[in-house]
């Protein structure tokens, strides 16, 4: 079976070599609005390029951490707008309630500029973290500074591995394989879920 992550790291290959730095924006904007795009392997690529002196270093990071920035605003706009009435709607289609709102709102009235910082430098929940400080309703001037700022060492840190790895690439990749096996549990995982549901939607009805 081909391989989940070679086929996603392709295609982020693909578009970085079709569309350059745009290309880039694009996919780090996704990555940061939720969608399931890794942004080890776009930066990575990115930094892969710059090592054959088809891009620039500081460009690559700059357009790295403005894609971030823009697709983080779009899910701090869907907390902010959506708030609780939201998360009562859709929240129980990512597993989230009331009481997670009620903690992450005491979490960001506590920490909120430290909890934006440093959940953007953990990979997996970095994304997610825009969500609750809409909810919180963080200012968008400091959501965004330091949404920024927490971006920087990621972002940078992958191009700079990527520029490092260079033509060893391939056998970097190999060190990845055991994401395929992440991804099919949380593929299980999520049938296991929908089915368990409707089965007690059933007993209920």
């Given at each position: 079976?081909?391989?989940?992550v070679n086929d996603?790291?392709?295609?982020?290959?693909?578009?970085?070599?079709v569309?350059?730095?745009?290309?880039?924006?694009?996919?780090?904007?996704?990555?940061s609005?939720?969608?399931?795009?890794?942004?080890?392997?776009t930066?990575?690529?990115?930094?892969?390029?710059?090592?054959q002196?088809?891009?620039?270093?500081?460009a690559?990071?700059v357009?790295?951490?403005?894609?971030?920035?823009a697709g983080?605003?779009?899910?701090?706009?869907?907390?902010?707008y959506?708030?609780?009435?939201?998360?009562?709607?859709?929240?129980?289609?990512?597993?989230?309630r009331?009481?997670?709102?009620?903690?992450?709102e005491?979490?960001f009235?506590?920490y909120?500029?430290?909890?934006?910082?440093f959940?953007?430098?953990?990979?997996?929940?970095?994304?997610f973290?825009?969500?609750?400080?809409?909810?919180?309703?963080?200012p968008?001037?400091s959501?965004?500074?330091?949404?920024?700022?927490?971006?920087?060492?990621f972002?940078?840190?992958l191009?700079?591995?990527?520029?490092?790895?260079?033509?060893n690439?391939e056998?970097?990749?190999?060190?990845?394989?055991?994401?395929?096996?992440?991804?099919?549990?949380?593929?299980v995982?999520?049938?296991?879920?929908?089915?368990?549901?409707?089965r007690q939607?059933?007993r209920?009805?």
């Amino acid at each position: 079976m081909p391989s989940i992550v070679n086929d996603v790291v392709s295609w982020c290959t693909n578009v970085i070599a079709v569309f350059g730095l745009p290309g880039i924006f694009v996919l780090m904007f996704l990555e940061s609005a939720c969608i399931p795009i890794p942004a080890e392997a776009t930066m990575m690529f990115a930094g892969f390029a710059v090592s054959q002196g088809k891009l620039g270093l500081a460009a690559v990071i700059v357009v790295g951490i403005a894609g971030n920035v823009a697709g983080a605003w779009v899910v701090y706009y869907v907390g902010l707008y959506g708030g609780r009435p939201f998360i009562d709607r859709y929240g129980k289609y990512v597993l989230l309630r009331h009481e997670h709102i009620e903690l992450t709102e005491r979490w960001f009235a506590r920490y909120g500029a430290l909890a934006v910082f440093f959940c953007r430098i953990i990979p997996g929940v970095r994304s997610f973290v825009s969500l609750p400080a809409g909810v919180a309703r963080m200012p968008l001037w400091s959501f965004t500074f330091y949404t920024a700022l927490g971006c920087l060492p990621f972002v940078a840190f992958l191009a700079w591995l990527g520029v490092k790895v260079g033509a060893n690439w391939e056998q970097f990749l190999q060190q990845f394989k055991w994401l395929d096996y992440v991804v099919a549990a949380a593929l299980v995982a999520l049938v296991v879920w929908v089915v368990m549901r409707a089965r007690q939607r059933r007993r209920a009805a």
